[in-house]
């Protein structure tokens, strides 16, 4: 059973970094796109970007560039999503989800980390 | 980015009665490889979300038989064909064929 199990709510203050991660198991995980979603207070959902961890080639949606860096060990099948310099309009729900069909889909979804900033 | 557009985005329901929710894209969804790349997802309050369609029709595993997909082109739409309590959420459209892959507002479900 694929499985992706994010890393336990945080709560920064402006300013701050941070790194959040999502750990894969049940698949070969360096085989699969892993793509990061923002979902904020009471709103939709929007892609922020993807990285293949079998070689770390890593796309951003143009909305994220520059904003965000995403990453990933293969070694210990983790992803990882982090912020330099954390803003208040960062306060989100973000998932991880896996991506197949040469990303172009979607079947698996972590459970979510809720990151809130506030000083 | 392909803009998705979902209606209604609130859709009060009986129970047992038929909900129909239409996805509408800014371009045409038709991949290269003659695939559409369409997603239908469900999130329920306080849950992430589940794939309950992809590729325009395909129902995912463990899925119930009530909810179908159809659609081509730049139009589409998930039916629930009777509406019972656990199908309270909000659903998303999602099409993958457009980088970055872009979804629908939602369209909150709610029993009247």
């Known amino acids: 059973e694929v499985q992706l199990v994010q890393s336990g709510a945080e709560v920064k203050k402006p300013g701050e970094s941070l790194k959040i991660s999502c750990k894969g198991s049940?698949?070969?995980?360096?085989?699969?796109?892993i793509g990061w979603v923002r979902q904020m207070p009471g709103k939709g959902l929007e892609w922020m970007g993807i990285i293949y961890p079998g070689d770390s080639d890593t796309r951003y949606s143009p909305s994220f560039q520059g904003q965000v860096t995403i990453s990933a060990d293969k070694s210990i099948s983790t992803a990882y999503l982090q912020w330099g310099s954390l803003r208040a309009s960062d306060t989100a729900m973000y998932y991880c989800?896996?991506?197949?069909?040469?990303?172009?889909?979607?079947?698996?979804w972590g459970q979510g980390t809720l990151v809130t900033v506030s000083s | 980015d392909v803009v998705m557009t979902q209606s209604p985005l609130s859709l009060p329901v009986t129970l047992g009665q038929p909900a129909s929710i239409s996805c509408r894209s800014s371009q045409s969804l038709v991949y290269s490889d003659g695939n559409t790349y369409l997603n239908w997802f469900q999130q329920r309050p306080g849950q992430s979300p589940r794939r309950l369609i992809y590729?325009?029709?395909n129902r995912d595993s463990g899925v119930p038989e009530r909810f179908s997909g159809s659609g081509s082109g730049t139009d589409f739409t998930l039916k629930i064909s009777r509406v019972e309590a656990e199908d309270v959420g909000v659903y998303y459209c999602?099409?993958?064929?457009?980088?970055?892959?872009?979804f629908g507002q939602g369209t909150k479900v709610e029993i009247k």
């Open positions: 590729k325009v029709s």
């Open positions: 049940g698949y070969s995980f360096s085989s699969y796109w």
């Open positions: 999602m099409q993958g064929s457009h980088w970055p892959g872009t």
């Open positions: 989800a896996r991506r197949v069909a040469g990303f172009k889909d979607v079947d698996s």
